[in-house]
């Protein structure tokens, strides 16, 4: 029987996960509490720190329309400062954003607004980003452009287009990256991509590598989820390979299907896997396929720098 998960969807550098992805109170990263889902609401965890960026968490629950969503990281020192700031339309969902962190102390909190009115802000934390202090290695998302504090209360932006003149590289003529079924499926993804106006993405090694390790994790420990049981993510994942910058990203996954075509027919009859598919600003692609002969778990990671 196939058996198909949610997709995650890059929105202007910004994540946006489905709301069945985010329980209704789900523990923040170092211990600071989401506010129960009671009501439509945003909140926001404390930052965390890798060795070299600042992670900020939003989210937008319990929420029946639409709105722009406005996730700011700032500083406070002698004034509070906006250090980055990314834009999502978004109904409810996760989304994250990182900056650039000081190597010297920073006392850092994270801000979130949206067009219909809510605001929340997060506890303060003093952050000093070094080797020994990173906990964890989310992906890079760019800023929006800066503007006033808080956002528009009224209207908001439409959802962030594509962006405009990105190099889609062609896949080079060097040896293949992955196994045969997994070239097929990048083919496959390639030649549907390219019946929509799209590039074709380039079979990545680090990407491959973010992508074969969480099929073999998911087949070793039989479980079908976005997140590793270690408590990874995708970002966490392709973060671990090297793959930088990272400036947009999606993951397809499914189990069972026995072919190449099965597998990418299955995400093409899938809406929010076909959006992954013909988006046109990933560059890079990265298909790794473990488990069982004839019920093999499936992962293809997009992304751009």
Partial sequence: MRRLTRTLLCLGGLTAVGAS???????????????PADDCQVVAARPTATATLVYALGLRTGCADDATAVLQIRSVGVADQLVRQGRIVVRNGRFTLTAP?????????????????????????????????ATRTPPAAPAASPSGWPPPQAGGSA????????????????????????EEVVRLTNEARAANGCGPLAHDPQLRAAALGHSTDMAANGYFSHDSRDGRDLGDRIGATGFAPLRAWGENIAFGQPTPAAVVRAWLDSPGHRANIMNCAYTHIGVGQAGATGRPYWTQN???H
Avoid: M
Wanted: charged share 15%; glycine share 4%.
């Fill in 302 to 304: 997009f992304a751009r």
């Fill in 159 to 182: 959802r962030p287009a594509a962006p405009s003149g990105v190099p889609a590289p062609a896949p080079s003529a060097r040896r293949a990256t992955g196994t045969a079924a997994e």
């Fill in 101 to 133: 962190c000081s190597p010297t102390p920073v006392t850092y909190y994270v801000a979130v607004a949206d067009s219909a009115r809510n605001v929340y802000r997060s506890e303060r934390i003093q952050l000093r980003c070094t080797p020994a202090t």
């Fill in 21 to 35: 992805a985010v329980p209704a109170q789900a523990a923040a990263q170092n211990g600071s509490p989401w506010r």
